[in-house]
């Protein structure tokens, strides 16, 4: 029983690459979500899905785009990567707004 | 502005005593409250919840307590364990965000750490 799937779990960019954080869910959830953590700042929510094929933005979506073309995966991606994309990165998908199961994390340094 | 608000980023408490844990809250439209506890190079784990219609929630070692005139829950674990050491982030669902959102607004978290 998988749950949430990140990948990569570790990653160094430079300044201006681009990458895709892949978020694998075999629950069959509706809702999905891509939150960053950072210190002293907890857990801010940078875009959410509910359902196949469509996206909102969340609290800090700047730098960043998602893709739900699938159910079970939600893409976010980094076209142009920046030193403050420094983050955690937390996927997590729900049944409703009271049942989120959180992936492991993706640790991403931008230098 | 925050609207979720756990003040103390860290409490150190003596193993068997009773672990306290705070939050506050501005926004009278949230209605679902819940407790995640997260552990370094881990995702958060849900640990218990908490809807506006009640005041108590108890699960064994864990119950949260809502004060919905203060806008304030509380968390207590009693006995305190070390395996409790943890990030604990408050979370709060409703009005403008959950319902057909289903989002999450979190606090800062508050670390605790038990001793043995």
């Known amino acids: 029983n998988a749950g949430v799937t990140q990948t990569p779990k570790f990653r160094v960019l430079k300044t201006g690459q681009s990458m895709t954080l892949l978020c694998a869910q075999d629950?069959?959830?509706?809702?999905m979500y891509w939150y960053r953590q950072d210190p002293g700042m907890g857990l801010r929510l940078i875009h959410y899905?509910?359902?196949?094929?469509?996206?909102a933005k969340g609290e800090v979506p700047d730098g960043y785009n998602v893709s739900r073309l699938k159910k079970q995966n939600f893409l976010l991606g980094l076209e142009s990567a920046a030193p403050s994309q420094t983050s955690v990165y937390f996927c997590a998908s729900s049944y409703s707004a009271y049942g989120y199961t959180f992936g492991s994390g993706t640790r991403l340094t931008v230098v | 502005d925050q609207q979720v608000k756990q003040n103390s980023p860290s409490l150190s408490v003596q193993e068997g005593r009773i672990s306290i844990l705070n939050c506050d809250y501005t926004n009278s439209m949230f209605d679902y409250f819940l407790w995640y506890k997260k552990y370094p190079a881990e995702g958060p784990t849900f640990l218990i919840s908490i809807s506006s219609i009640k005041d108590k929630n108890e699960d064994g070692r864990f119950t949260v307590f809502l004060n919905k005139s203060a806008k304030h829950l509380s968390l207590h674990i009693v006995p305190s364990q070390p395996g409790d050491s943890a990030v604990y982030f408050c979370a709060a669902s409703g009005g403008d965000y959950g319902g057909s959102q289903g989002n999450l607004i979190f606090g800062k978290g508050t670390k605790l750490s038990v001793k043995p």
């Open positions: 629950m069959n959830h509706e809702y």
């Open positions: 899905s509910v359902g196949e094929g469509t996206t």
